[in-house]
């Protein structure tokens, strides 16, 4: 009688449910067992086929079909989609099912939706208001239900009908269960990762408080990871969340004095998942926000953690075969991961706290670390060698890292490419001037047998080593000669750059004497090499470093050796060099003319006749302009003179240095941050990518910013004057943009690319041109204050994130913003930006507008600030790169309609075509009009005629009355896209129905895609 009353209970708690025991749905338990009884893929796609058709005709017949039909019909196009099979019908059904009143049924149907519908599907609009009543809903399990499907699916559709609504149910609504704010914390993490802006920090400080003092682990790892989510985003400052920092403290306190639920402990280890984030959201918080309690509390928390034995994986005996793993193995694994992700984060929380860490906990990390370096766990050794090489960077640790030295060393050995990569980001922070010849000695040893992913990063760390650490530069100079036989491959212009300015000296550098005895060593060695190599084919790189010195400090060569024998030395390199290596020859054999006029003029003036006819016109003007300085000897030698001390500016930027991602103490990084990061392979930013790099300005910033050494031909006269740069000589960096409709009409010298601040290899002009087609990138750079930008645009509407960013040592202040108003555009600041920022501090400005009307010019953005008190203010003129393209949405079209309309838009105002030499490729058409001009490749297009639309929208939203001011607008916009490649020539026809947004569109297009025709 017992079984029988549970066995009715259970049915009747399914019935108020509504539930139904799969038994139910026979034809859907028929349709699996066919599909698994098929003896081969064809049969089983037969079977599919079959089924998805008899669906389909069920789906478009009028007559009604029940729930419990569409519910089966629905689980089997589920089935046949988890299969591979491809379902593009039964999505409005599904909607149906989501309003039903039964669970089983609501169930489907929200599976359904999060299964077949993308995030950015038309067809999600008409689930919203079922999602809104269900998670209204007193049955917990209907609630759910609605905010899973959320959570799934995410998207802007959601973020922005169902943020708010979610936000309210956990702000005002205290009666809700732990289960169900778990959820919500979930979807309010999804749906803030799409739309950050509808956030408050005063409202959501204290009830973040509130979530971290509950005691339910699930909704803690939620709220957790939502309070994580928001610190990633970077959107508020920091400063506006510091109150819930005690809580999290408390949280964490409680957790590792062991206050879990078995059912939430990880073999044995409380909650991992929970304490791993709340020690990362710690690290977020500067020090300074830490109240002495809060300081406290958090050492006391670290000394336990680090305190507590951890497991190891056991490993087999010497001798002995891996047999197979048993259960208690792989039970001690996992435990040992989880207390190891604790333990490394509890060591990067006290990297964050410095010198206000304990320093007994501090000794006890380091001497932590060494042991996992030891670990036979490869995973286990490559975290040791981040998280200490972090540690390395405060200097106070040095004395307790040293005895890793040898240890370190060894796993420069690893096969595993990760752990050298660390182990060298290691060494490199180790490095002193007592150990260096130890660490730069073995690293070149391993650097001839490396890797070539490492050799570069290799090159770069022992250049800049040896630079700083070695006793005199002639060391330094010996170390780059022996990189050049080792991996001459790897070994840039940048490092035989730097090699040129350190010998030819710096204006409060060594003593005259000692830089003599330097330049004469430098030359003695390029001699050596260039001599010694014989017949052998020399590399380039080594060429050009050896040929400058020869050329430029040659007559500091020892007296037996013959201005003969230095012109040979690098003329036998002439016909097998490049253009650059040819160019940087012949400049040294006139320098060497110049000294040696009476023994070399019959070996170098027909070197220089012969050349008047290269097919180089580089070196043909060259030889052409030095044979007619030599009439004036006096002219000639005023312009081959040596080179001049470079400014000290410099030597203090080296640009070795700018080239490695540089390793902060912090784990805690916005995604931006780690976006731009991984942009690079490895620890070297790739050659023109942004970054931590500053510009030099004024009257240096030519000689500073790391170019050539060559680029003044010979070098300046007594008199200041300076030559035209040598045949050969590289781009260093990309070509301006042409001045005609150069970025949308931009003012020439009213934008920012007037003044100074452009990244290395990049001008201000071209960093705007790049941030005009793309979402996010660099504004502006300079040594006090960097610019990143953030843009995102939905229709007529527009969200810019400007970072304000101080990379100097000296704080900035009297920082002020000024949006000039402007007919076409509404300009609002979103929060008020920062009035000063100290070294290393940044602050977000936030810009929101609305596109009013057409336009070409783009709206300002002043900025001014002074660098240091009682400076003269410095004003930056930027225009944003908001230009029409970015209010332009896809617009799906076929050929054939294409061809129709667009023929029906033919003739002015609202047609444009433009001809002129392609700036790209055909092949990279797509790009462009999809990505950068935000509109609809026409399918069938191809490499010679390529179609596109788009809609152009201004207005308001849900201003629908053109009478009045700010009514949504919206402007169809055709584009196509004509090749000949026998002349490679491009046409751009650009049609549109309205003349200012033709013109505006053509001229946007034209600049980076044509070079316009004379």
Not at 168 to 190: D, E, F, G, P
Not at 366 to 381: K, M, V
Request: charged share 20%.
């Amino acid at each position: 009688m017992a079984m029988k009353g549970m066995a009715a209970a259970a049915r009747s708690a399914q019935e108020k449910l509504g539930f139904e025991a799969p038994s139910h749905m026979k034809g859907l338990q028929v349709f699996i067992a066919d599909i698994r009884n098929c003896p081969n893929k064809e049969q089983e796609e037969k079977r599919v086929e079959k089924e998805l058709s008899k669906i389909r005709v069920k789906f478009t017949q009028t007559k009604a079909i029940s729930g419990y039909d569409k519910k089966k019909y629905v689980w089997k196009l589920l089935y046949a989609y988890m299969l591979g099979y491809e379902v593009d019908f039964g999505h409005f059904q599904a909607v149906e099912l989501c309003s039903s009143s039964k669970f089983s049924e609501k169930t489907a149907g929200y599976l359904a939706i999060s299964l077949l519908l993308a995030d950015n599907n038309e067809i999600l609009r008409l689930v919203v208001n079922s999602i809104k009543h269900d998670m209204g809903s007193h049955m917990e399990h209907h609630a759910a239900l609605a905010l899973n499907t959320v959570a799934n699916i995410g998207g802007v559709e959601f973020a922005d009908n169902l943020f708010g609504d979610i936000s309210r149910m956990l702000l005002q609504n205290n009666a809700l269960s732990a289960y169900i704010k778990r959820k919500a914390c979930i979807c309010l993490l999804r749906l803030y990762r799409r739309d950050n802006d509808t956030l408050q920090p005063d409202l959501w400080k204290p009830k973040l408080v509130q979530l971290f003092q509950d005691r339910d682990v699930g909704l803690l790892t939620s709220a957790s990871g939502f309070m994580l989510g928001i610190l990633e985003a970077g959107t508020h400052p920091i400063a506006e969340w510091g109150g819930v920092v005690p809580a999290v403290g408390q949280c964490l306190q409680n957790l590792v004095q062991g206050e879990c639920p078995e059912h939430y402990e990880y073999y044995h280890v409380p909650a991992p998942w929970l304490q791993t984030k709340l020690l990362r959201i710690l690290q977020f918080f500067p020090v300074a926000m830490f109240t002495p309690d809060v300081l406290h509390r958090i050492n006391g928390i670290l000394h336990s953690i680090l305190s507590k034995p951890t497991a190891q994986r056991s490993q087999p005996a010497a001798g002995t075969t891996m047999k197979k793993r048993c259960k208690a193995d792989a039970e001690r694994q996992n435990r040992s991961n989880a207390e190891h992700a604790i333990l490394f984060e509890a060591m990067n929380l006290m990297i964050e706290l410095g010198d206000r860490c304990d320093p007994d906990t501090l000794r006890s990390s380091a001497g932590l670390l060494g042991t996992f370096i030891s670990s036979t766990d490869p995973n286990i050794r490559y975290l040791g060698l981040e998280t200490m090489a972090r540690l390395a960077i405060m200097q106070t640790m040095h004395e307790h890292l040293e005895r890793y030295k040898n240890l370190i060393l060894e796993k420069m050995h690893e096969p595993d490419i990760s752990i050298r990569r660390q182990a060298l980001n290691l060494l490199y922070a180790l490095c002193t001037p007592e150990n260096w010849q130890q660490i730069v000695d073995e690293l070149l040893e391993i650097l001839s047998n490396s890797d070539l992913l490492l050799q570069e990063e290799l090159v770069l760390k022992i250049a800049i080593l040896a630079e700083r650490n070695a006793p005199n530069f002639g060391w330094y100079v010996d170390v780059v000669f022996r990189m050049l036989e080792s991996a001459p491959d790897s070994v840039s212009d940048e490092v035989w750059y730097r090699v040129v300015q350190v010998v030819t000296g710096f204006e409060e550098g060594l003593p005259e004497q000692e830089k003599t005895k330097l330049q004469s060593h430098a030359a003695g060695k390029a001699f050596q090499n260039l001599t010694r190599a014989g017949s052998a084919v020399v590399h380039d790189t080594l060429v050009k470093l050896g040929s400058y010195l020869i050329g430029e400090f040659g007559h500091l060569l020892p007296q037996n050796i013959p201005a003969k024998a230095k012109f040979d030395c690098v003329f036998k390199h002439y016909t097998r060099g490049g253009a650059q290596s040819k160019a940087i020859i012949m400049l040294a054999c006139a320098k060497l003319l110049n000294a040696n006029p009476d023994t070399l003029k019959p070996a170098v003036l027909p070197l220089l006749e012969d050349l008047q006819e290269a097919h180089d016109v580089e070196l043909q003007q060259r030889s052409c302009e030095l044979l007619q300085m030599m009439k004036d000897e006096d002219f000639l030698d005023h312009v081959l003179f040596t080179m001049p001390a470079y400014a000290e500016s410099v030597q203090q930027n080296n640009p070795l240095v700018q080239r490695l991602k540089f390793q902060t103490k912090s784990r805690a990084h916005t995604r931006a941050q780690l976006e731009e990061a991984a942009k690079s392979e490895g620890g070297v930013l790739k050659t023109g990518a942004r970054g931590g790099r500053s510009p030099r300005s004024g009257e240096d910033s030519a000689r500073a910013d790391g170019a050539s050494p060559t680029n003044n031909f010979g070098g300046a006269s007594p008199r200041g004057q300076s030559g035209s740069p040598p045949a050969g000589q590289p781009q260093r960096g990309p070509p301006q943009a042409s001045d005609s409709a150069s970025e949308s009409g931009s003012e020439e010298d009213n934008s920012p690319a007037a003044g100074p601040g452009g990244a290395e290899g990049q001008g201000p002009r071209d960093l705007w041109t790049q941030l005009c087609i793309m979402p996010q990138g660099r504004l502006y750079t300079s040594p006090t204050l960097n610019l990143d930008l953030k843009q995102e645009y939905n229709l007529s509407t527009g969200r810019l994130t400007i970072m304000f960013n101080n990379p100097g040592k000296d704080p900035i202040g009297n920082i002020r913003v000024h949006l000039p108003e402007v007919p076409f555009m509404r300009l609002q600041a979103a929060n008020e930006p920062p009035q000063s920022l100290g070294p290393g501090q940044q602050a977000t400005h936030f810009v929101q507008m609305t596109c009013l009307r057409p336009f070409l010019q783009p709206a300002k953005y002043l900025v001014e600030y002074c660098d240091r008190p009682g400076g003269q203010p410095i004003q930056l003129p930027f225009m944003l790169p908001s230009v029409l393209t970015k209010f332009i949405t896809p617009a799906e079209m076929q050929m054939a309609q294409f061809r129709q309309y667009f023929e029906t838009m033919a003739g002015a105002p609202r047609d444009s075509t433009t001809t002129g030499v392609a700036k790209v490729p055909p092949t990279q058409w797509p790009n462009y009009l999809t990505k950068a001009f935000n509109m609809h490749l026409v399918e069938g297009s191809n490499p010679s005629c390529a179609m596109a639309c788009g809609t152009f929208n201004a207005g308001e939203a849900g201003t629908a009355d053109p009478s009045k001011p700010g009514a949504m607008t919206t402007v169809p916009c055709m584009v196509r896209l004509e090749y000949n490649e026998a002349q490679n020539m491009i046409r751009i026809t650009t049609r549109t129905q309205h003349g200012e947004v033709t013109q505006s569109l053509a001229q946007i297009i034209a600049t980076y895609l044509a070079v316009p025709a004379p």
